[in-house]
């Protein structure tokens, strides 16, 4: 049987800190990479997890020699550091108001109490007193609600490591949410707890300790020792030590011998209970977040998708030549243009002129109408191209699922820049244009240039064009150039989406093989827990 209460004598223990190992690695390698209240919560919870497996379990799992670890926490000016130097009868904590920001927690120890493999020791300042009993170490933990973000993180962490929480209030502050929070949890996880009612004043004595009371007891807390301090007035210094001399021999007699050993069982036992509930509950949150991870990649899919389908359908269906490029061509095309020639059904009858003005008309009529249809293309395809990684945008907060977070680094593409990417697009284009006429090129009636601009025409719509360079150069180099214009213009559509797909990674698949993995240690810590309790 293998005991996790933090014994040695079991069989099977020594493979309990290659299991906390592999579960704080799984989490440590797995941030939430979502904002959506769910996931800051199981933020908190995982770094909560992975606190309570470096300060608490993994130590005691190893079997280490480690005393009853117990901490004055509680809310600013609750009076922790002079309850400290109280039991004392000498000040070891400095007290007061005013805390420097950078404020670590003090732990006292008996000389003879090694805090070798204390968790989080060598974040404290170590005091050996002789007033302490051996195998305590007690900790004047920073403030809970510390304006300080790095106190508050210390004294959280302090608690996690923790057996035993004195909890440290006031008649002032015992109504404190903060505090209250971190009682909640401490309770959940089977922390053994103390209330210290501190500044307590005689007159409202009965009407605050019921309330307190009442408090503790809807928060399951009604069987939690409670000490009463009473308000010293104006004072410096120590309080009264009759006023202590309760709350010191209690330390005294739950922590010493097997007092202090059953502290250290039931804390850890209900550690690896809470952890195991933990560790069901962020799974369920990785879950959640591999859900919407793949919901936020179907987004940018799906967008990119349609976009392109819709334009390519629109460039196979001519609509680059409406407007400008078909008056172009019917100016052009018409009994006095520059390509009415072409027109003709025999063009061996067209009359040649390589090098005359003619040719030169011909050829300069054919290009503008080549960059007509470019333009034309160029703002559909550069609308798109901004649309696309917009839309995502837009979708993506609709979600709801705390995506803004993946959404800060990306930068969004202007107008101008699509506009350019899409001339990009369409130059190298017109480039596959020139290599699909430069076998067919009659010098006679147009250049290379020109007639690869024609072909452009031809694609984009102009039924004229496509009529001419049918005969020039036969049908099937306008397929060519629609299937190379449709499939380049969709990459660069499915491309805008890039930015998004980056931000998200491989997120959404790390995610459900945190899943299996977590599914599997809790298995594992299950039969562990299962083994103990037969």
Same mark, same amino acid.
């Given at each position: 049987?293998?005991?996790?209460?933090?014994?040695?004598?079991?069989?099977?223990?020594?493979?309990?800190?290659?299991?906390?190992?592999?579960?704080?690695?799984? *989490?440590?390698?797995?941030?939430?990479?979502?904002?959506? !209240?769910?996931?800051?919560?199981?933020?908190?919870?995982?770094?909560?997890?992975?606190?309570?497996?470096?300060?608490?379990?993994?130590?005691?799992?190893?079997?280490?020699?480690?005393?009853?670890?117990?901490?004055?926490?509680?809310?600013?000016?609750?009076?922790?550091?002079?309850?400290?130097?109280?039991?004392?009868?000498?000040?070891?904590?400095?007290?007061?108001?005013?805390?420097?920001?950078?404020?670590?927690?003090? /732990?006292? @120890?008996?000389?003879?109490?090694?805090?070798?493999?204390?968790?989080?020791?060598?974040?404290?300042?170590?005091?050996?007193?002789?007033? *302490?009993?051996?195998?305590?170490?007690?900790?004047?933990?920073?403030? /809970?609600?510390?304006?300080?973000? *790095?106190?508050?993180?210390?004294?959280?962490?302090? =608690?996690?490591?923790?057996?035993?929480?004195?909890?440290?209030?006031?008649?002032? %502050?015992?109504?404190?949410?903060?505090?209250?929070?971190? =009682?909640?949890?401490? @309770?959940? +996880?089977?922390?053994?707890?103390?209330?210290?009612?501190?500044?307590?004043?005689?007159?409202? /004595?009965?009407?605050?300790?019921?309330?307190?009371?009442?408090?503790?007891?809807?928060?399951?807390?009604?069987?939690?020792?409670?000490?009463?301090? !009473?308000?010293?007035?104006?004072?410096?210094?120590?309080?009264?030590?009759?006023?202590?001399?309760?709350?010191?021999?209690?330390?005294?007699?739950?922590?010493?011998?097997?007092?202090?050993?059953?502290?250290?069982?039931?804390?850890?036992?209900?550690?690896?209970?809470?952890?195991?509930?933990?560790?069901?509950?962020?799974?369920?949150?990785?879950? +959640?977040?591999?859900?919407?991870?793949?919901?936020?990649?179907?987004?940018?899919?799906?967008?990119?998708?349609?976009?392109?389908?819709?334009?390519?359908?629109?460039?196979?269906?001519?609509?680059?030549?409406?407007?400008?490029?078909?008056?172009?061509? =019917?100016?052009?095309?018409?009994?006095?243009?520059?390509?009415?020639?072409?027109?003709?059904?025999?063009?061996?009858?067209?009359?040649?002129?390589?090098?005359?003005?003619?040719?030169?008309?011909?050829?300069?009529?054919?290009?503008?109408?080549?960059?007509?249809?470019?333009?034309?293309?160029?703002?559909?395809?550069?609308?798109?191209? @901004?649309?696309?990684?917009?839309?995502?945008?837009?979708?993506?907060?609709?979600?709801?699922?705390?995506?803004?977070?993946?959404?800060?680094?990306?930068?969004?593409?202007?107008?101008?820049?699509?506009?350019?990417?899409?001339? %990009?697009?369409?130059?190298?284009?017109?480039?596959?244009?020139?290599?699909? $006429?430069? !076998?067919?090129?009659?010098?006679?009636?147009?250049?290379?240039?020109?007639?690869?601009?024609?072909?452009?025409?031809?694609?984009?719509?102009?039924?004229?064009?496509?009529?001419?360079?049918? %005969?020039?150069?036969?049908?099937?180099?306008?397929?060519?150039?629609?299937?190379?214009?449709?499939?380049?213009?969709?990459?660069?559509?499915?491309?805008?989406?890039? !930015?998004? @797909?980056?931000?998200?990674?491989?997120?959404?698949?790390?995610?459900?093989?945190?899943?299996?993995?977590? %599914?599997?240690?809790?298995?594992?810590?299950?039969?562990?827990?299962?083994? $103990?309790?037969?």
């Amino acid at each position: 049987m293998i005991d996790p209460s933090g014994g040695t004598d079991l069989p099977g223990v020594s493979a309990l800190p290659g299991l906390l190992t592999a579960i704080h690695d799984d *989490l440590e390698g797995a941030p939430f990479v979502l904002s959506a !209240p769910y996931i800051d919560d199981a933020e908190i919870l995982r770094t909560r997890v992975l606190t309570q497996i470096d300060a608490h379990l993994l130590p005691r799992a190893g079997g280490k020699n480690i005393p009853v670890v117990a901490v004055l926490g509680g809310s600013t000016g609750a009076g922790k550091s002079t309850l400290l130097n109280s039991i004392l009868r000498e000040e070891v904590s400095e007290a007061g108001v005013l805390r420097p920001t950078t404020r670590q927690g003090v /732990l006292v @120890h008996h000389p003879e109490t090694s805090i070798a493999h204390v968790p989080l020791a060598d974040r404290t300042t170590a005091v050996s007193h002789e007033a *302490l009993p051996e195998g305590l170490a007690l900790i004047d933990a920073p403030d /809970l609600d510390s304006f300080d973000d *790095l106190n508050r993180k210390s004294a959280a962490e302090l =608690l996690e490591a923790a057996d035993l929480w004195l909890f440290v209030t006031t008649a002032a %502050r015992y109504g404190d949410a903060i505090p209250w929070q971190n =009682l909640r949890h401490a @309770h959940q +996880r089977g922390l053994q707890l103390a209330v210290v009612f501190n500044r307590v004043p005689p007159k409202i /004595l009965a009407d605050v300790r019921a309330d307190l009371m009442n408090r503790l007891a809807e928060a399951g807390l009604g069987d939690v020792p409670l000490f009463i301090i !009473p308000d010293a007035g104006p004072h410096e210094g120590m309080l009264p030590d009759e006023s202590v001399a309760e709350l010191r021999d209690w330390l005294t007699l739950a922590t010493e011998g097997e007092q202090g050993r059953g502290i250290i069982s039931r804390t850890t036992s209900g550690a690896w209970g809470a952890l195991r509930e933990n560790l069901e509950e962020l799974t369920r949150a990785y879950v +959640r977040q591999a859900h919407a991870l793949d919901k936020l990649a179907d987004i940018a899919d799906d967008n990119a998708s349609a976009t392109a389908v819709d334009l390519t359908t629109a460039l196979r269906a001519g609509s680059a030549a409406v407007g400008a490029p078909t008056t172009r061509w =019917l100016t052009s095309a018409a009994s006095s243009g520059a390509l009415a020639d072409l027109l003709d059904p025999d063009l061996s009858k067209v009359g040649r002129g390589f090098g005359s003005r003619k040719f030169a008309r011909r050829n300069a009529a054919a290009e503008a109408l080549g960059l007509d249809i470019h333009a034309a293309m160029r703002t559909v395809l550069g609308d798109a191209i @901004h649309d696309v990684p917009a839309q995502i945008a837009d979708q993506w907060r609709e979600t709801n699922s705390g995506a803004e977070v993946l959404m800060s680094d990306i930068l969004h593409i202007t107008t101008s820049e699509a506009r350019a990417e899409a001339d %990009r697009v369409l130059t190298a284009w017109g480039e596959e244009l020139d290599a699909i $006429v430069a !076998p067919h090129v009659n010098d006679d009636l147009l250049s290379a240039s020109a007639t690869a601009h024609l072909l452009a025409a031809a694609v984009g719509g102009v039924r004229g064009a496509g009529q001419v360079i049918t %005969r020039m150069i036969g049908p099937q180099a306008i397929e060519v150039g629609k299937d190379l214009l449709t499939t380049m213009c969709s990459t660069a559509v499915t491309e805008a989406a890039g !930015p998004y @797909h980056e931000a998200l990674g491989g997120t959404a698949g790390h995610s459900r093989r945190v899943v299996t993995g977590l %599914r599997l240690r809790v298995l594992e810590l299950g039969r562990y827990l299962d083994a $103990v309790r037969s």
